[in-house]
């Protein structure tokens, strides 16, 4: 049998809003959800502005997206990790 191993949480600094990932792969957010991927399940994942009413979604240092406020459910829009 193989051992489990866990890798630790990822440590996000106190410059973003965390938030950790429902079972059905979404976040929530004010006015709504985000939807991140049911892959992320209980993860925690960091949101933090960069523009007018958008934001960047990581995971660790992987960028997952961006998404823009408003109500309702929303889905990442893939973005360039370098940008914004």
Do not use: C, Q
């Amino acid at each position: 049998m193989v051992p489990e191993h866990e890798l630790p949480p990822p440590h996000y600094g106190d410059d973003v809003e965390v938030r950790y990932a429902y079972a059905n792969g979404t976040i929530g957010w004010p006015g709504g959800k985000v939807l991140i991927g049911r892959v992320l399940a209980g993860e925690s994942v960091a949101v933090e502005p960069i523009g007018a009413g958008r934001w960047r979604v990581r995971f660790g240092p992987i960028v997952l997206g961006a998404f823009a406020e408003g109500a309702g459910t929303k889905r990442l829009i893939p973005i360039d990790a370098t940008s914004a």
